[in-house]
């Protein structure tokens, strides 16, 4: 079995009419230059058993800071294996990742998955039994950065920008609605600042509202913060509100 792969639609973030600058540019990309890719799949294989199939073959793609990304396709397809290779937490078994243009298989991978990207899970993986403010300064301390300010102040922050009001900062996760949680899992991925967010299925179990506000806040994420936002979809509806859709299609065996 393979996989075989299509960009169906392209669009620069709306109302720049241009490529973004990426976040940490040292210096400003040359007029007409493409933009650079923060993330990118090198001719990516993976197969879970030495020398079992295939479920991810020789992908190629690149992710660009200041966009939101779909990756979409039918149920076994490879989307959430695909984050996991994106995510650092699975190495391919050929081809490479490269993030800033550097292998990924070379690098710090625990550093790279503390500090410069942050996953959103399907299912959260928050700590229910804490309360929202230490479920996201527990992954700002193990990120290792240095704040200016005190946690508080920024987790207020997060929240905002999540559309949380601070009062929630104490409230326990158990006691915190489905779409809540989402809320609070994307602030806790915001916490320690990274360039790239990957989010599983984000909207999977949201209200239409609740999930147009959650992708409004990832297209302000990506436009406006020039992060790389790559989101996993089974919602047509969601894939129309990002920048760019790339389909994974299960070639037939
Ligand atoms: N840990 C694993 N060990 C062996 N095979 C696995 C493992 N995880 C996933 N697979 C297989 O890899 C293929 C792709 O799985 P993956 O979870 O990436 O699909 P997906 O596109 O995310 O599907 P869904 O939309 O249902 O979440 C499936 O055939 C799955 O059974
Ligand atoms: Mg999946």
Known sequence: MTTETETIRTTVPAGTGEAPIPRNATETPAQGAAPRAVLAMDHVSYSYTKGGKKVVDDLS????????????????????????LLSGLTTPTGGRILYNGGD??????????????????QSFNLLPALTVEENIT????????TFDRPKHDLVVELLAKVRLPAEYANERILHLSGG????????????????VILADEPTGNLDMATQDDIMA????????EGRCVIIVTHS????????EVFQLKPLRR
């Open 217 to 224: 806040i990832f297209r302000t994420l990506a436009h406006e």
């Open 236 to 243: 047509p509806a969601v894939a129309d509100q990002s920048d």
């Open 180 to 195: 809540e949680q989402q809320r609070v899992a994307i602030a806790r991925a915001l916490g320690y600042d990274p360039d």
């Open 104 to 121: 990924l298989a070379k690098a710090d991978r625990y550093r790279f998955r503390s500090h410069d990207i942050g996953v959103i899970f």
């Open 138 to 145: 527990l992954s700002m301390e193990a990120s290792g950065k």
């Open 61 to 84: 793609h690149d992710f660009h800071a200041g966009r939101v990304i779909s990756i979409v396709g039918p149920s076994g397809a490879g989307k959430t294996t695909v984050l996991s």
